[in-house]
């Protein structure tokens, strides 16, 4: 038994030498067949000048001026690459914003509006950083049987152009879209009501005329909405607030063909309009808000 033992671990030996040895041989040998270069050649790095951030600037500028938005993009990054902390950089974000917009690459484009608010919160062309924004929201807006996401969006996004920037160049034009979307808002609480209006969920269907009666009173839905109430209203037994609903009707819209048929409505039911000082129809008109 020691003897075999022995043998056994001379012949051991033997073995991890031989392995050991080839181990050795391989190094030499990768090098050797892994080497891009022929025999005697010296590599040699490229090195690539750097671009003046003017000039990449200009470069970018130049591009957009003839709507090639994509080499535009890329060099006004480049320069936020090379160049991060300089003037240059801060110009450089705020035409990456309008080149993404302009490319109609919405989602970029607020993303870098938004890091060009966040650095340079009190620059000349925050207001102008913010527009561009808003305005990647409200382009991307999808019609009223859709999600309103960025509709809503949208909405926050000029409301604080309005309130930051009252005196800008985009104040106006931001005015104005705060009316488009919240018609847009409204529209969608619209069609919900009538969808559960005409399902009989009488109580659904109000709770979304009231958000446009709460929150969109200058809206073109609100006399559809008032209308609305009083028909949902009127199915619940419930007749103060029908009766106020088509009061406030009439009062604001007294020519309205909305009207003459709520007033129909409730003739047929032996009431007619009638103001409740207690109704939150009549406390939601006495707090209207128009930005």
Known sequence: MMSLSSSSSKNGFRILGSVLFV?????MAACDSLNPFDKGEVYKPEIKPDIPAEKLYNDGLAAAEI????????????????????????????????SHYSSKEFEEASASGKRFLQQYP?????????????SSYYDAVLDVSRDQERAEKALIAFIE?????????????????????????????????????????????????????SQYQTTNQIEEALARLTE???????????????????????DSQWYKDTYALLQKRGTEPKANEDSWITKAFKSIKIY
């Open 23 to 27: 181990l050795a041989l391989l190094p």
């Open 67 to 98: 709507r090639d938005f994509e080499k535009a993009t890329k060099a006004f990054k480049d320069i936020n690459k090379i160049y991060p902390y300089s003037q240059w950089s801060k110009k450089a974000l705020l035409m990456e914003t309008y």
């Open 122 to 134: 009190a620059d000349a062309d925050a207001a102008y950083a913010a527009y561009l924004i808003a």
């Open 161 to 213: 152009v309005v309130q930051r920037w009252p005196k800008s160049d985009y104040s106006t034009d931001a005015r104005f879209k705060i009316g488009v979307l919240r018609d847009q808002l409204a529209g969608r609480e619209m069609n919900v009501g009538r969808f559960y209006l005409e399902k009989r969920n009488y109580t659904a269907a109000i709770n979304r005329f009231r958000v446009v009666v």
């Open 232 to 254: 949902a209203y009127l199915a619940l037994g419930i007749i103060n607030e029908a009766e106020t609903a088509a009061s406030i009707l009439g009062h604001n819209f007294p």
